[in-house]
């Protein structure tokens, strides 16, 4: 059986840094492809907007809002996926999902659809 479990969100103040992490049972992350997705409590019923990504490989990707704030990482031993945040924004307010694409198929498109495996999220709240 699939798991992913998010753990490590909180509040924190614009500019502060948080570090979330995804641990992942059932899977190998050195077979699959993971990403971070995202929600803001305003936009529940919109589809969840692509983060990150990182390949079986290690090769990563960013949406352009977080590029070069974010980094997406894991601990193959641990079986763990990991997003550190910095110069973190009231805009990155938001529950936060790590994904897994189980057969590496929709690798750069941030795809929710293409997921085959959900997290049930962890909320990142930053205050003005």
């Known amino acids: 059986q699939v798991q992913l479990v998010e753990s490590g969100g909180g509040s924190v103040q614009t500019g502060g840094s948080l570090r979330i992490s995804c641990m992942v049972s059932g899977l190998s992350l050195s077979d699959v492809c993971m990403s971070w997705f995202r929600q803001a409590p305003e936009k529940e019923h919109a589809e969840r907007e692509g983060?990150?990504?990182?390949?079986?490989?290690?090769?990563?990707r960013y949406k352009d809002f977080v590029k070069g704030r974010f980094t997406v990482s894991r601990d193959n031993a641990k079986n763990t996926l990991y997003l550190q945040m910095d110069r973190l924004s009231p805009d990155d307010t938001a529950m936060y999902y790590c994904?897994?694409?189980?057969?590496?198929?929709?690798?750069?498109?941030?795809?929710?659809?293409?997921?085959?495996?959900w997290g049930k999220g962890t909320l990142v709240t930053v205050s003005p």
């Open positions: 983060v990150a990504e990182i390949d079986y490989d290690g090769q990563t």
């Open positions: 994904a897994a694409d189980v057969n590496c198929l929709w690798g750069g498109y941030f795809a929710p659809s293409g997921m085959n495996h």
